[in-house]
């Protein structure tokens, strides 16, 4: 029984994972795992939608800290997004919103793919 | 108005396996809405709890499932919660994690160091005795204020 689940789907030039359930110590390293695939694959324009995310640790958040540079060298960027209020509040703690692109939806985080 | 009424000392004991986060944060949850605190402090309870006992599980137990330590809960009589988080790992003063410089630890790829960080900013009060020779086990004591 998996309380986390992720669904990616491609949309444009972006690679959008849908990230629902718990995000812990437990369950960050299935996520590590799809995003290394997809920047293996050549994608590096990423979206991340928490929409359905109930609950993240620093475990969670440390799965973007280990790709943000990478995908930035080549142009590329992990934006994340629509986010609720209790998770935010986890970025926020730490500070991400300075080093991250966070945005209220994903329209907007794609826009900035395309821009 | 004291809470003390709600419930005494209770223990939860769990292993070595990233696995027990979930009911280890379910535990901590349930007692602090039993104490009273707002949903906005039951979550950053059950976090704190949750990124001590993922770096005990992870550093100090190295994923190793036959190894056990405990959650104790206990309110204070001045509306205070206290949670300590006992263990037999090799002692490790988390409060001794300098805080961390996100631009630079993105620049390294590092991933973890963020644990220690929200459990302070969340806590009113973090303490640790690493085990001596009356008191078998290390132990971090977390402290939570109601107001």
């Known amino acids: 029984m998996s309380k986390f689940s992720i669904e990616q789907k491609t949309n444009g030039s972006a690679e959008v994972f849908y990230l629902k359930g718990f995000l812990d110590a437990h369950t960050a390293p299935e996520l590590e795992s799809a995003i290394a695939n997809a920047i293996e694959a050549g994608q590096h324009r990423l979206v991340v939608n928490f929409n359905d995310l109930e609950y993240i640790s620093s475990a969670g958040l440390g799965v973007f800290m280990v790709f943000i540079e990478e995908v930035r060298a080549t142009g590329g960027d992990i934006k994340l997004t629509a986010m609720k209020q209790k998770v935010f509040t986890v970025f926020d703690l730490l500070g991400f919103p300075m080093l991250f692109d966070i945005t209220e939806k994903e329209e907007e985080a794609l826009a900035k793919f395309s821009a | 108005m004291s809470k003390t009424d709600s419930f005494t000392h209770e223990r939860l004991t769990a ?133």
Request: charge should be negative; charged fraction near 25%.
């Open chain 2, 15 to 147: 292993s070595g396996d990233t696995t027990e986060l979930e009911r280890i944060r379910q535990f901590v949850q349930d007692k602090a809405r039993e104490f009273g605190f707002s949903e906005q402090n039951i979550h950053k309870i059950a976090l704190a709890v949750d990124e001590a006992c993922s770096n005990l599980i992870r550093h100090a137990y190295q994923l190793d499932d036959s190894k056990e330590f405990f959650v104790d809960i206990s309110p204070n009589d001045d509306d205070t919660l206290v949670i300590e988080i006992l263990d037999n790992g090799t002692a490790f003063d988390p409060l001794t994690v300098p805080i961390p410089d996100l631009n630079q630890y993105a620049a390294q790829h590092r991933k973890g160091g963020f644990g220690v960080h929200i459990i302070r900013m969340v806590m009113d009060a973090v303490e640790y005795f690493p085990a001596d020779p009356t008191h078998q086990m290390n132990r971090l004591k977390l402290v939570k204020k109601l107001s």
